[in-house]
């Protein structure tokens, strides 16, 4: 009898063994200017701002204290890819009552923050820091910034979780479709298979009769579509299909490490 016991399924993949259509998928979901900035989006700063300010601000009034409320999303994928790699232990006890760093700064922070926001904006200002970092040194050892980006991409289609304990666009795609993601081309149904493919972790899965996996992939063909990645034709006819899974014969759920749970903000 085989028994399964690996926690992880994963497929380093390179650059170009990623699907054109998947990256501009992912690029059109997760960061659109991810080729142009140094890491960081700045543009993305006031909207995140706004809406930080509107959050803590709701609620104060519903609870009566002032605590931030960081909005979900504005990570560009060096940043995702970062927190991943560089700050799990953070991210993994930042929601606790405790703070992480017991220092002057933060002691005084967590007076008016809280402990637990407090420590998350410690690491968001730590995940800025690192990916800037990162980004040069990537462009170092690599000659040139696309070289660099393409390495970054390479490593975050490699690295994410995507649910049932499969890490990467390849192993989700032959878990969840039983088919490799070299598989995936410019086709209708695949334009609708890897716009959703880089949100799975996020309750998204592509599990059958679940409405929130479909309402995701029009969000994302929309944005390829304003992208110039797809004509709108196919993304008015992807609209209304269903989809379902075609998972590979033997594969089967498998537990998420606390350790590698991936964030969203």
């Excluded at 800037?132 to 980006?149: N, T």
């Excluded at 890897?194 to 992939?217: E, H, K, N, W």
Aim: positive net charge; glycine residues 8%.
């Amino acid at each position: 009898m085989l028994i399964e016991v690996a926690r992880e399924y994963r497929q380093v993949v390179s650059y170009d063994e990623v699907p054109v259509i998947v990256r501009q998928a992912v690029l059109a979901a997760e960061d659109k200017n991810f080729f142009s900035h140094s890491g960081v989006e700045y543009r993305a700063l006031p909207r995140v701002v706004q809406k930080t300010v509107v959050g803590s601000l709701a609620a104060w009034r519903k609870d009566g204290g002032l605590r931030l409320r960081f909005p979900q999303g504005g990570s560009t994928l060096t940043q995702q890819l970062v927190r991943g790699y560089f700050l799990q232990d953070r991210t993994s006890v930042e929601a606790g009552d405790a703070l992480f760093r017991e220092s002057l700064i933060p002691r005084l922070l967590s007076i008016g923050l809280g402990a637990r926001a407090t420590n998350k904006l410690l690491r968001k200002l730590e995940e800025v820091r690192l990916s800037l970092w990162l980004e040069e040194e990537m462009s170092r050892r690599y000659g040139s910034k696309e070289q660099a980006k393409r390495q970054i991409f390479a490593r975050s289609a490699s690295f994410h979780y995507l649910g049932n304990g499969r890490y990467g666009f390849a192993a989700a795609s032959e878990h969840y479709f039983g088919k490799p993601s070299r598989a995936i081309r410019r086709r209708t149904r695949a334009r609708r298979r890897c716009s959703r493919d880089c949100q799975v972790a996020r309750g998204l899965r592509p599990d059958r009769g679940r409405p929130a996996p479909q309402r995701r992939r029009n969000q994302i063909l929309a944005l390829m579509a304003r992208n110039g990645c797809i004509p709108e034709s196919s993304q008015g006819a992807a609209k209304p299909s269903r989809f379902a899974c075609q998972p590979a014969a033997r594969s089967r759920p498998m537990p998420l490490p606390r350790s590698r749970a991936s964030s969203t903000s």
